[in-house]
């Protein structure tokens, strides 16, 4: 049988152990949303670029004002698809690593609260007698912060949503704007 302050040092070695865990596993998933973003910002700068010396290339060949302005004029549209088609992708890597974020953050939230649950049960089953308000007094701020994670949680979520909505709507609005332009109506 181990004493309490075993039992407590075993405790907090795990819970650093754990925390330590989480560290590595939430830097890894920054990482790799961090590269997906990178990635994708090195791709859309290559095919700008292919893009912008084909233009150039048609611009230069036009024979009159009115073929360089038409040509500029055709290009609008596939331009701002291309701008939309790009938010939509970042957007989608950010949330997509955001919920990694929380999922994870939220295993191992569970995780440490049932550690600490078990302790302070087998804690106060070796308790001395009296102290049982103590006891239950912690068992009730357990429970209290248990809760407040729980409410971060779902407002963290909300919040998530609520962002990801909004540029959501940013891009349908900006594909709206640009379908309803002179320069994307001209396509």
Known sequence: MFSIPEQFSNATKTTFQS??????TLTGKAFEGIEKLVDLNLTTAKASLDNSSSTAKQLLSAKNPQEFFALGTAQAQPAAEKAVA??????????????????????????????????????????????????????????????????????????????????????????????????????
């Open 19 to 24: 925390q330590l865990a989480i560290f590595s």
């Open 86 to 187: 790009y938010g939509r992708q970042a957007s989608s890597i950010v949330a997509a690593t955001a919920a990694e974020f929380t999922k994870v953050a939220k295993e191992q939230a569970l995780e440490t609260n049932n550690k600490v649950i078990s302790l302070v049960n087998q804690v106060s089953r070796n308790a001395p007698a009296g102290s049982e308000k103590a006891v239950a007094f912690f068992k009730s701020a357990m429970g209290g912060a248990d809760a407040g994670y729980r409410q971060l949680t779902k407002a963290t979520k909300q919040a998530s949503d609520v962002i990801e909505g909004n540029v959501n709507a940013a891009v349908e609005q900006f594909t709206s704007a640009v379908k309803k332009s002179p320069l994307g109506a001209a396509s």
